[in-house]
């Protein structure tokens, strides 16, 4: 069984919507180190407008360990919230995979 199917695997056993899902397994494909847009996220899994219903989806994320919900941001750049310890923590996440953050935006990210 590969990584992916694994997941997925996981996911089944709590009650999270088709989208939750959907949104859940996309950003399990974002490297270490990486980031992606809330709005990258919706059109990735074909929902385009649907960047806030990423947000939230995220906060419902049952496996924050291995789907690394910290790796979406805003699409200006900005850190944003995070449902597991709040932006500070977020912030330390990021940096600790070698991204820079400098007073909650990522500098170089372009979208």
Same mark, same amino acid.
């Given at each position: 069984m590969n990584k992916t199917n694994s997941l997925?695997?996981?996911?089944e056993q709590y009650a999270l919507t088709n989208f939750q899902r959907a949104v859940l397994m996309e950003v399990a494909k974002i490297p270490r180190g990486k980031v992606m847009s809330y709005k990258q996220i919706a059109q990735a899994i074909g929902k385009p407008n649907a960047y806030r219903a990423v947000g939230n989806a995220l906060k419902k994320n049952p496996l924050p360990v291995l789907i690394p919900c910290h790796r !979406?941001?805003?699409?200006?750049?900005e850190v944003g919230g995070y449902a597991f310890g709040g932006k500070s923590k977020k912030i330390k996440l990021l940096e600790r995979e070698?991204? !820079?953050v400098q007073k909650g935006v990522l500098p170089i990210y372009k979208n």
């Open positions: 997925s695997k996981k996911l !979406v941001i805003r699409a200006n750049g070698g991204s !820079v």
